[in-house]
């Protein structure tokens, strides 16, 4: 079946500007997760949902950053006022009934210029 | 100090070497490790998981956990020039899901 897609592939942005990353989980599963990884960085967690359990958005480095998950499939990853420090690849994630083994898409490359 | 270390390398092999892929974690409480491949401008491929210390074999594919001294690997046999990827290493534990990276070893076989 069709993977984790995610949208759009690139972004380029002015500093300043707010930006919207997509996600489309694979059909059926419940969890879904977003990680950025910057150069040299490896992967770094950022938030978490399950179903309608409230999200562990631990892992978001600052306000500017919020997500959403709407009818428990597509989501949303929201950045405001984004800075060059927010120049990352967005990876998003899903599992099925096992939560630990996640795929995942191929990521949106953002650039803050 | 990281949860999860991982020796950037890049490391670069012979084709038809064996490849010896290494991390360690400090976290007593991770309950599953996990082997991730990445190709360039892609996003990660789930290779191969182990809950338990001792080996998991797939194919060309060894992963190793050693639980007493925290310390996670990966053996590749025979590789190949399509081998040629970053390979990331991860751990986690059941009560939150998210799981911990290292940073990725960068590995090119040369033909």
């Known amino acids: 079946g069709a993977g984790v897609s995610q949208s759009p592939s690139n972004k380029v942005t002015e500093k300043g500007k707010d930006v919207e990353l997509r996600c489309d989980p694979i059909s059926g599963h419940t969890a879904l997760y977003w990680y950025r990884q910057s150069l040299g960085q490896g992967l770094e967690f950022l938030i978490y949902f399950q179903g309608n359990s409230a999200p562990d958005k631990s892992g978001l480095p600052s306000d500017r950053f919020s997500a959403e998950r709407t009818g428990g499939s597509v989501s949303t990853l929201t950045i405001q006022r984004t800075q060059q420090e927010d120049s990352a690849v967005y990876l998003c994630a899903s599992s099925g009934d096992r939560q630990e083994t996640q795929y995942f898409g191929p990521g949106t490359r953002l650039l803050v210029l | 100090q990281k949860e999860v270390e991982q020796d950037p390398g890049p490391l670069s092999v012979p084709e038809g070497a064996i490849v010896s892929l290494n991390c360690t974690y400090s976290n007593s409480a991770f309950q599953y490790f996990m082997w991730y491949r990445q190709y360039s401008r892609k996003g990660p491929e789930l290779l191969m998981y182990t809950y338990s210390s001792g080996n998991k074999e797939d194919g060309r594919f060894t992963a190793q956990v050693d639980k007493s001294s925290k310390y996670i690997s990966l053996f590749i046999r025979d590789s190949q020039p399509s081998d040629s990827a970053t390979y990331l290493c991860?751990?986690?534990?059941?009560?939150?899901?998210?799981?911990?990276f290292g940073t990725g070893t960068l590995l090119a076989v040369q033909p």
């Open positions: 991860a751990s986690g534990r059941g009560a939150t899901n998210k799981l911990i």
